[in-house]
């Protein structure tokens, strides 16, 4: 039942020369009708002026190449590939790997970013489609996600790993098939799809690719609250007391 | 899919000398974006309004003197992912039944969504493709920002695009250096190595970034400079936009008066 899903494509087969099947909620043009448009196009303004005003304010003149290179790594990341449990094989889509480093407005700048950059540069869907992708990965997955995670952590304890850990992997799971449940609505709503058909293929696939999402992200933070947790976004309390070392050479 | 990465060349035909060309880049992108509009818009079933529109896309590519072999390779790659999707759109119920086969039922309802879908979806590959492939990426920025998008978004645009294939590089080389190491050995290996190589990835990044800010410091760099350049768009530019305008509102009375 894996016929309804959007895919990435492009990026991502230069690097893994597989054609398994390229999975993320990337609405193509055509598929969504003028409401659905409209109102998402109007939300994910409202969002990017917001984070861009946050993101201002709180990095003032090292938000432009810090938040550069930080889209660019986001990009970067989404093109790898890896093996998700039950066979195949999918990538990041990094929207609560995002908010965890970066935390809600920056994070979900630098998500938009991407996706802008994938849509008019790539084709990697579409531009008027745009606002609904900010929405379901921007404001879902990276915003949504980044508060889940840290409601979750902060119940479980700000300053341990395993509070990280749990936190992170419910949010980057949840993060992607409530993307892909808003990713349905839109499409049945749009009367392009059914809505029975777009949720069971949809919500079914995503299920799994949540799982790949989730396990990554964990590894990912995980690594980087042993190696340099003052990078993390409300880094743990002992990560500030302790100078940072820096791992890299070039 | 092979020919977008790597160096990164993707405006092939930017040097061309043709009336599309001569269009200022915000002129080229507001064109672009009013046929967008105009075909996505249009309510499905209108078969006409998209077959003006298809014939004027399809004068547009030929006066662009795009190169019509890499267009093709790239809205084929493209479409394949499309067209994945198309096919949940074909089973559905109402108008006719057309063809039956268990609960699998196929329906004039659903011929229409999916004709009309696959159309619109041809048409906006066809219409994006155009731009990038005549119209280098600093161009395009520079046209955005006389649009008056954020130039903050800009900046950050602008940074992402200078730095994805430096960092594209530095993980090749990581996963290099993990294949070579024999650490993509089982699947749990391999998640647990790459999840390792995204997060030293992002410490270089945000490392890098720091550098980069540094560097723009000492040249002198004092926040995003507010004033856009004056654009040098002329009566040509008008005329375009206005042609384009017509032809968009031409299709739409199509659909109106059908």
């Not at chain 1, 690719?209 to 340099?228: D, S």
């Not at chain 2, 993707?10 to 974006?33: E, G, K, M, N, Y």
């Not at chain 2, 329906?107 to 219409?127: E, Y």
């Not at chain 2, 800010?213 to 002198?220: I, V």
Request: glycine share 10%; aromatic share 8%; proline share 4%.
């Amino acid at each position: 039942m894996n016929f309804l899903l959007f895919s990435t494509g492009l990026l991502t087969q230069s690097v893994s020369h597989t054609f398994a099947p390229r999975i993320a909620l990337h609405v193509p043009d055509g598929f969504l009708n003028a409401p659905v448009l409209t109102i998402t196009w109007l939300i994910s303004i409202g969002l990017i002026a917001l984070a861009l005003n946050r993101v201002q304010a709180e990095y003032q003149d090292r938000a432009v190449p810090l938040m550069g290179v930080c889209a660019a790594f986001i990009f970067a990341a989404q093109m790898i590939n890896f093996p998700i449990p039950g066979g195949t094989s999918g990538h990041l889509l990094g929207g609560t790997l995002a908010g965890a480093l970066l935390g809600p407005w920056a994070g979900s700048l630098v998500m938009t970013v991407v996706f802008i950059v994938q849509g008019v540069v790539f084709q990697d869907g579409g531009i008027t489609a745009m606002g609904a992708n900010i929405f379901n990965m921007g404001l879902i997955g990276t915003f949504g996600g980044y508060y889940l995670l840290r409601t979750i952590r902060y119940a479980i304890g700000r300053d341990k790993l395993s509070g990280m850990i749990v936190g992170t992997s419910i949010a980057a799971w949840l993060s992607v098939v409530v993307a892909a449940v808003f990713c349905a609505l839109e499409l049945a709503i749009s009367g392009t799809v059914p809505f029975n058909v777009a949720m069971s293929a949809m919500v079914g696939w995503h299920i799994f690719i949540g799982i790949g999402e989730a396990l990554i992200t964990v590894a990912t933070v995980t690594f980087i609250w042993r190696t340099r947790p003052d990078l993390l976004y409300r880094s743990p309390r002992r990560a500030i007391a302790t100078s940072p070392r820096s791992l890299s050479t070039r | 899919m092979l020919l977008h990465i790597g160096a990164f060349h993707l405006d092939i035909d930017s040097h061309q000398q043709t009336p599309w060309h001569r269009l200022a880049p915000q002129t080229r992108i507001l064109c672009v974006l009013l046929l967008l509009l105009a075909t996505v818009l249009t309510p499905n079933g209108q078969w006409l309004t998209w077959c003006v529109y298809g014939a004027a896309i399809l004068g547009m590519l030929l006066v662009s003197r795009v190169t019509l072999w890499v267009l093709c390779k790239r809205i084929a790659v493209e479409y394949a992912f499309v067209g994945v999707v198309l096919m949940g759109t074909l089973f559905r119920e109402g108008g006719d039944v057309v063809w039956q086969w268990g609960w699998l039922q196929i329906t004039t309802t659903g011929l229409t969504v999916l004709g009309s879908v696959s159309f619109k979806a041809l048409l906006s590959l066809l219409l994006l493709n155009m731009l990038t492939l005549t119209t280098p990426v600093p161009m395009l920025l520079k046209g955005l920002a006389i649009l008056r998008v954020p130039p903050l978004l800009i900046a950050i645009m602008a940074s992402m695009y200078r730095h994805i294939g430096v960092l594209i590089d530095e993980f090749s080389a990581m996963r290099r250096a993990a294949v070579s190491r024999n650490l993509m050995g089982g699947s749990h290996w391999q998640r647990m190595v790459i999840g390792n190589m995204i997060g030293s990835l992002f410490i270089r990044t945000y490392e890098r970034g720091d550098r980069i800010h540094q560097a723009m410091l000492s040249r002198g760099y004092q926040g995003i400079p507010t004033a856009v350049e004056t654009p040098n768009t002329g009566r040509y530019d008008i005329a375009a936009l206005t042609l384009t305008l017509g032809l968009a509102l031409a299709g739409q009375s199509i659909s109106l008066i059908r």
